[in-house]
């Protein structure tokens, strides 16, 4: 199974979305695309094949580019763990014009409203689940649906 993941930025979420790897099914290959000023943390991760840098240097014009090729090579899946602007245009661009499945995980937006605006009075219940667990959630789903089940 070959995926391909986006989270681009911020230190500690690039960490965090390490335990997507975890979950993986053993012979997955992923290649894994990051911002050049946080492609230390993921360099040389076994779990990684092809770790892609992208230099918003570059500008739009830049990201498109690299959209363009990304969307030739064949991927069984494509995971977006950042859920921006940026990716959302790429996984735009993917659905019209490449194969595979697509992932992306929940920003929980709702929950994570309730609990900014409530703060600590916001039941357990309802707050939303951390970022390392949705990363792991979404991997079990890819791993579930690489043994034949279908995505939820």
């Known amino acids: 199974m070959r995926v391909l993941v986006f989270r ?9 979305s ?16 990051v911002s050049r000023e946080f492609e230390f943390v993921l360099k ?9 840098v992208f230099d918003k240097k570059t500008g739009l014009g830049g990201w498109f580019r690299l959209i363009r090729e990304l969307a030739a090579r064949e991927y ?7 859920r921006t602007l940026r990716t959302a245009l790429a996984f735009a ?27 600590g ?10 970022w390392w667990r949705r990363f792991a959630q979404l991997a079990a789903k890819l791993q579930a649906s690489s043994a ?3 995505l939820a």
């Open 8 to 16: 681009l930025s911020s230190l500690g979420d690039v960490i965090l």
């Open 18 to 33: 390490t335990s997507f790897l975890a979950k993986l099914p053993a012979d997955a290959e992923v290649d894994w695309v």
């Open 44 to 52: 040389g991760h076994p779990g990684i094949r092809n770790l892609i």
């Open 76 to 82: 069984d899946c494509r995971v977006d763990l950042h």
């Open 93 to 119: 661009w993917f659905r019209i014009f490449a194969g595979g499945r697509i992932l992306r995980v929940s920003k929980e937006r709702a929950r994570s409203f309730l609990l900014f605006a409530l703060k």
């Open 121 to 130: 009075f916001l039941p357990r219940a309802l707050r939303p689940s951390p």
């Open 148 to 150: 034949g089940e279908p």
